[in-house]
Every structure is written in C-alpha cells, then in structure tokens.
C-alpha cells in the first residue's frame, strides 16, 4: 500500500505559479506510474498529468500543456507540479494518485487505473 501526501495549494491571483508536492510512503518500490487529477466544483475529476517510473516523461491534459510541469524524486520520494501561467479555469482540488502498476499510455488518463490516492489540496485562482 502507497500513502500519499499534497501540499503547496493555496490562493493565487491569474497569471501566477504554485508549485504542488506530493510525499510518499509505504511500499514505494512498487509505485510505478504516478499522476495529478483535479475536482473543480460541480465536475468530475479530471486528468491533468502523469509520469511513468520508467522514463519520466510526462503526459499532460491539453488545457495544462506549456504550463503544467510533472517532475518526481525518487529518492526523496515525492511528485511535484509546477503550475505556472495559473488560470481561473484551473481552480479545483488536486489529487496525488499512484498506480501500482506500469499503466498503459492510452489508459494514463484514467482515473481508475489509480489505486492510491491522497486527500487533495485547494487551488483557487481568482481572477
């Protein structure tokens, strides 16, 4: 089982940076594929990025792409998600999730295919 951890949401005005962090613990060895998801209000939740223990590269919803960075540290055992040039429309909470599994990449946008996830973090950007 893999505990996951988000920090670093918060207010911010259109137009700035946050930078999310997601620390985890547990059976890490077996985390293979981690991403990023967001709830907005009244919507379902969305995929927004993820990175595969195998070539850390990322894959990004459009609406995210040349904004968004994924980054991870193995050895501090953390996911990072640089948000920059924020946007009203990216208000939500952020969810962590791993996979204990190599996913897929035509499957790397669902949500199902996460069994590990963390309790979220608010980011609100007002405009």
């Known amino acids: 089982q893999v505990q996951l951890e988000e920090s670093g949401g918060g207010l911010v005005q259109a137009g700035g940076s946050l930078r999310l962090s997601c620390e985890a613990s547990?059976?890490?060895?077996?985390?293979?594929?981690m991403g990023w998801f967001r709830q907005a209000p009244g919507k379902e939740r969305e995929f927004v990025a993820a990175?595969?223990?195998?070539?850390?590269?990322?894959y990004y919803e459009d609406s995210v792409k040349g904004r968004f960075t994924i980054s991870r540290d193995n050895a501090k055992k953390a996911l990072y998600l640089q948000m920059d040039s924020l946007e009203a429309e990216d208000t939500a909470v952020y969810y962590c999730a791993a996979a204990t599994k190599l996913i897929i990449l035509s499957a790397i946008r669902l949500s199902d295919q996460y069994s590990n996830w963390g309790q979220g973090t608010q980011v609100t950007v007002s405009s």
């Open positions: 547990g059976n890490i060895f077996r985390t293979f594929t």
């Open positions: 990175m595969r223990s195998t070539t850390n590269i990322g």
